[in-house]
């Protein structure tokens, strides 16, 4: 079993950069790939982007050249990088982990315009 806590949401003005860390702890030896998710109020959940065990990402469009996933093997932690934000990054973020099967609790981005 994974646990997965996410930290570094808050309020940020558009245009604006935030970084988001996700912390894993427990059966951590056996985490392949991990992934970062966003829900908006209203609707549902989507993916933002991947970061496999080999270090290959893939992104949504809509994030794509703004947002950037990395890894520190070190500190079992994965971050998300956000960089010209706009009104529509406004959601909880989430933190997944595929194998095993995880998720954080998420934190709240909120972009005012």
């Known amino acids: 079993q994974v646990r997965l806590v996410e930290s570094g949401g808050g309020l940020v003005q558009a245009g604006g950069s935030l970084r988001l860390s996700c912390a894993a702890s427990g059966s951590i030896f056996s985490i392949n790939a991990w992934g970062w998710y966003r829900q908006a109020p209203g609707k549902q959940r989507e993916l933002v982007g991947e970061?496999?065990?080999?270090?290959?990402?893939n992104y949504a469009d809509s994030v794509k050249g703004r947002f950037t996933i990395s890894r520190d093997s070190g500190k079992n932690t994965v971050y998300l990088q956000m960089s010209s934000l706009n009104s529509d990054d406004t959601a909880v973020y989430y933190c997944?982990?595929?194998?095993?099967?995880?998720w954080g609790k998420g934190t709240l981005v909120t972009v005012s315009s």
């Open positions: 970061i496999s065990s080999t270090g290959r990402t």
């Open positions: 997944h982990t595929y194998a095993p099967d995880s």
